[in-house]
């Protein structure tokens, strides 16, 4: 039986978590659009979105361990996604500037052919710190906002925008490893 693990995601972030941690893997991000236009809550809604990609990974390889995550950020009561532009992404980090806010990932892990799968979620707080417009400019300089849910990024240049995080900082990154390790252990699979 091929139990390779299968990353159905081309987020960079969420392969180096799961290289750092050990895992051996190969990638497939099926060209699934994440949807918003659904009235769930944040919980809900990235775990619809996970769902929807790992099925669609799983589906073209059904002997695959298929590991498939979504994120988004929550605040106020709104999902904020992915910024479609950069003066979106202004105005994200001009809302966030100053709070808190729900960073919420929902994973999914699934082998088709064993007919077996399993969900779980976690939920972390930011605290953004508060930001000038030029503080904002500089950090949109170096970072590439539009591939981001809420239009930031915890590592690299985060640190000059969040004050702390409360919960699971590789939650913030794009997976919640402190989760997903016991749960491919149930599938059998381990850190090298």
């Known amino acids: 039986m091929d139990t390779t693990l299968l990353l159905a995601s081309n987020s960079p972030r969420r392969r180096e978590l799961l290289l750092e941690a050990g895992f051996d893997f190969e990638t497939f991000g099926p060209s699934v659009a994440e949807r918003f236009d659904v009235d769930l809550t944040l919980r ?16 073209r390889r059904p002997k695959n361990v298929v590991l498939a995550a979504d994120t988004l950020v929550s605040i106020d009561n709104d999902v904020l996604g992915k910024p479609k532009d950069k003066n979106e992404a202004v105005m994200m980090l001009e809302r ?14 699934c082998q088709l052919a064993e007919s077996r799968s ?6 972390s707080w930011v ?7 030029a503080t904002i400019d500089n950090y949109l ?13 915890a590592q690299g240049f985060g640190s000059e925008i969040i004050e702390k995080i ?12 402190e989760k997903i390790i016991p749960a491919l252990a149930e599938f059998g699979i381990m850190p090298l």
């Open 166 to 177: 409360e919960g699971s900082y590789t939650n913030v990154v794009g997976l919640p490893m």
């Open 44 to 59: 809900e809604l990235t775990a619809f979105n996970a769902i929807r990609k790992g099925m669609a990974a799983a589906r």
């Open 96 to 109: 966030l500037s100053g709070r808190a806010h729900a960073v919420c990932t929902s994973v999914f892990v």
């Open 141 to 153: 300089d170096r970072v590439n906002p539009l591939d981001k849910a809420g239009a930031y990024a």
């Open 118 to 123: 399993t969900s779980l979620h976690e939920i």
């Open 127 to 133: 605290c953004f710190r508060r930001l000038t417009p």
